[in-house]
């Protein structure tokens, strides 16, 4: 740094500032001491910057796939809503959901230099009492049901199913079918939960349960043997990709969308607009979800407080060509 406000003819104080981005200094000085940086490799030493100011500027981000599109495109709002504010983000895949490895990765994150944690995972692996924190950071989590034990961000799951299941029951369908994810997903189970309980709000009686893994092969599977019940007219699957093994299945069946089963989604994935037909779904706001994220562990981190609670990420549902009138009788 002397070496370069030597070369600029400043001082070592407007080297700092410079280097640093503060305001205070003109741009011909800036520019200045940027090109005497550039003309002797000057580089600002990270490393040292933050053992100084005590922070790392790096948020860790722990989960446990990055297969399904809610976690990668939860995981690419994250980093992008970081890196506007000036953070970068380091990823520890877990690979396999038990408390073993969730314990070793917040280990691992203890002893790499991260300011927090945003964490995308089921909120039982949270519950162990032998699961401990790294020293002074802050967590959030995103997609749980963690309640008051952690800052929770999450999109509203419930709302965005009761808007489905209520769309189709307003289009004239006597009850609505559920193609559900996975037993082991909050997501899943809450969706599910939410479907049933508007029907039994409606007076209807709940047809039975049908589970997929969120793959669009599991869809088609399940498909084939919704496609076999002449009474179903209604389908809410719990994500896109279901929908659209969904769709096939109905298809190779003879079964037409809409005129014969109408199909809604949940996600609204850039491509569900091209199934055949469009799919109706719900739209979850990733971005938002990825900026409330970031935004709450940098709250904590000024406050050096926890903060407990959730905060939902309205939903809206998407009209489209897949849900119609049930034929008539």
Same mark, same amino acid.
């Given at each position: 740094?002397?070496? $370069? !406000?030597?070369?600029?003819? $400043? ?36 490393? !040292? ?49 038990t408390q073993d490895e969730v314990r070793g990765a917040f280990s691992r994150l203890g002893?790499?230099? $991260? ?37 929770? $961000?999450?999109?509203? #799951? ?43 709000? !409606? ?117 489209? #060509? ?8």
């Amino acid at each position: 740094m002397a070496d $370069v !406000a030597r070369l600029a003819g $400043v001082s070592s104080q407007t080297v700092s500032r410079v280097s640093n981005g503060y305001t205070g200094v003109t741009e011909e000085t800036r520019q200045q001491v940027l090109a005497a940086m550039k003309e002797l490799g000057y580089r600002p030493n990270s490393a !040292a910057r933050a053992l100084k100011r005590g922070e790392f500027r790096t948020i860790g981000l722990i989960t446990f796939t990055l297969s399904t599109t809610g976690n990668v495109r939860t995981i690419d709002a994250i980093a992008t809503s970081a890196a506007q504010e000036g953070y970068a983000v380091t990823l520890l895949p877990v690979a396999v959901p038990t408390q073993d490895e969730v314990r070793g990765a917040f280990s691992r994150l203890g002893e790499l230099a $991260v300011d927090a944690v945003i964490v995308i995972m089921e909120v039982h692996l949270l519950d162990a009492a032998a699961l401990s924190l790294p020293p002074h950071v802050q967590v959030v989590v995103a997609d749980s049901d963690a309640g008051d034990r952690y800052t929770v $961000v999450d999109t509203d #799951q419930a709302g965005g199913t009761r808007d489905a299941v209520k769309h189709l029951l307003d289009l004239g369908h006597r009850t609505v079918w559920h193609l559900a994810g996975p037993e082991d997903s909050y997501a899943a189970q809450r969706r599910a939960d939410a479907w049933r309980a508007t029907l039994e709000e !409606a007076g209807r009686v709940p047809p039975p349960l049908v589970r997929g893994d969120w793959s669009a092969e599991s869809g088609y599977r399940a498909g084939l043997g919704i496609a076999d019940r002449p009474d179903c007219t209604a389908v809410f699957a719990a994500n896109d990709q279901m929908a659209l093994g969904l769709l096939r299945a109905l298809h190779e069946r003879g079964r037409k969308v809409p005129e014969d089963v109408s199909v809604i989604g949940f996600d609204d994935i850039p491509e569900s607009g091209s199934f055949q037909p469009p799919l109706t779904t719900v739209h979850q706001d990733f971005a938002e979800v990825g900026r409330r994220c970031v935004e709450g562990v940098l709250r904590q981190m000024q406050q050096s407080t926890p903060e407990r609670g959730t905060t939902l990420v309205p939903t809206r549902l998407v009209l489209r #060509q897949s849900t119609a009138r049930p034929p008539s009788r």
